[in-house]
């Protein structure tokens, strides 16, 4: 089993729709929790960035940690054909040299 | 600030040729990665670098080597080349253990 498992989709919606993208990890340890948008042929970019547990909000997007549950999530609201993209989920703990990394859903928003 | 910097963007390589991806990074940073990205496999580290001089090794090393002489340039070498390695390669760094990594733009190889 992985350490972080991220559902590969494609996930399609229409544009202005609310999109849920989400990640499960098996390490408590975890501490530093991001979320990157990698557009085709582009490298990854950073798009949210969380410390511990809560919620985050910038603009249309909202990151969530559950350190309970071992879950995050990233929330885009209404959802632009510019959102089109894979998301990659990444985590670390501070004692961790390495981030760790989901596989990327790829997210598709239909005009 | 160009922040991360891979040489080259593009490169076709015969089976058993050798080459060198090259990045560099202008941010001061300590810690460097190789990662390669192929289709449905999310990123795999390769070989990461804690400091200048220091080298390891990540989750898929084997057929790679690397160096890092100088703080702000990682390389990445590749002896004799196998259409097992055909990917794209994303160099990355971070400036301490609790930020986000910066990645290059990525260099995609074709083996033959």
């Known amino acids: 089993q992985k350490e972080v498992e991220q559902d590969p989709g494609p996930l399609s919606v229409p544009e202005g729709a609310i999109v849920s993208l989400n990640c499960t990890y098996s390490n408590s340890a975890f501490q530093y929790f991001m979320w990157y948008r990698q557009y085709s042929r582009k490298g990854p970019e950073l798009l949210m960035y969380t410390y511990s547990s809560g919620n985050k909000e910038d603009g249309r997007f909202t990151a969530q940690v559950d350190k309970s549950s071992k879950y995050i999530s990233l929330f885009i609201r209404d959802s632009q054909p510019s959102d089109s993209a894979t998301y990659l989920c990444?985590?670390?703990?501070?004692?961790?040299?390495?981030?760790?990394w989901g596989a990327g859903t790829k997210l598709i928003i239909k005009p | 600030n160009a922040g991360v910097t891979q040489t080259p963007k593009f490169r076709v390589l015969k089976t058993g040729q050798s080459m060198t991806l090259l990045c560099a990074q202008d941010?001061?940073?300590?810690?460097m990665y190789w990662y390669r990205q192929d289709p449905g496999m999310g990123l795999r580290l390769i070989h990461y670098?804690?400091?200048?001089?220091?080298?390891a090794k990540g989750e898929v090393p084997d057929g790679y080597n690397v160096s890092r002489l100088k703080k702000q340039n990682f390389l990445l070498g590749l002896e004799s080349a196998a259409p097992s390695q055909t990917s794209v390669y994303f160099c990355a760094s971070r400036p301490d253990l609790t930020t986000e990594a910066f990645f290059g733009q990525g260099t995609r190889l074709t083996v033959v």
């Open positions: 941010m001061n940073h300590e810690y």
């Open positions: 670098s804690v400091g200048e001089g220091t080298t």
């Open positions: 990444a985590m670390s703990a501070y004692s961790n040299y390495q981030l760790i």
